[in-house]
């Protein structure tokens, strides 16, 4: 079974939306059926096997909970894929990372990810199909990528299974600043796949396999069985969403 990071850094500039509404000082205290996010984070990380699990945390009361819930705290980089460096140094492979505001996260989930990777693959990235979130969640609001192959969106759900996993970190960085604009990605995979993409021929399994290959790793998407699995916490109406959907989950107590 891989170890995990849980990502929980704070980005500079405007404070995160969530937090303020709430009150606290990073999202991930926030809580939702009387736990904080870290702790469904946590929770669904050890129900999938994972023992050993750090956090990258910047913010002391974060750094704090982390150590209540039994994890090691780990400190940040520039941005998510520096702080991913600095586990995939301290922990070595196989890693799973996921972040701290992914509060639907479920054991499940994260077995069928792995069980689901090809053995050959160095990196694997979960990704949701658009119909798979609109029939688990009606209505949701999510960013998508556009490819031949459908219209997907990211799970915050990565896998980096082997050593070679390090080559793909400063491709991470570039995937990060452009992954609102998948043209500017295929555009650096060269003019064949600039055009394949513009003729709506390039699917993203094909985009991600390329990638991989043009830094010397086997990188495969992983098409998510949930549609859920594409719902994180980044607006205060996801965070309704969430404590709804959990709350459906919770058990009802026997009288």
């Known amino acids: 079974m891989p170890v995990a990071v849980v990502l929980a850094g704070s980005r500079p500039g405007a404070p995160d939306p969530v937090a303020a509404a709430e009150g606290v000082a990073h999202k991930a205290l926030v809580e939702i059926a009387g736990q904080p996010m870290l702790a469904h984070v946590v929770t669904a990380l050890r129900e999938a096997g994972v023992t050993r699990i750090a956090v990258s945390a910047n913010d002391p009361q974060v750094g704090a909970l982390a150590q209540a819930l039994g994890c090691e705290v780990l400190g940040t980089g520039a941005g998510p894929s520096a702080s991913v460096a600095i586990a995939l140094a301290t922990m070595g492979t196989p890693l799973l990372v996921t972040t701290s505001d992914h509060a639907l996260l479920k054991g499940q989930w994260v077995r069928d990810f792995l069980d689901d990777t090809p053995a050959s693959a160095d990196v694997a990235v979960l990704l949701a199909r658009r119909e798979a979130i609109e029939a688990a969640m009606p209505g949701s609001r999510r960013t998508y990528l556009r490819f031949a192959d459908g219209q997907w ?30 043209w500017r990605i295929a555009a650096r995979l060269g003019a064949g796949m600039l055009a394949s993409y513009a003729l709506g021929r390039l699917t993203l399994a094909a985009a991600i396999s390329r990638l991989g290959g043009k830094i010397g790793v086997q990188a495969h998407l992983v098409a998510a069985r949930d549609g859920l699995a594409a719902v994180d916490v980044d607006k205060p109406q996801d965070l309704a969403d969430a404590r709804a959907i959990i709350t459906l989950r919770t058990p009802v107590a026997a009288p």
């Open 153 to 182: 969106s990211g799970c915050n759900l990565f896998l980096l299974a082997t050593s070679r996993a390090g080559l793909a970190i400063d491709t991470w960085k570039m995937v990060e600043a452009d992954r609102k604009r998948p």
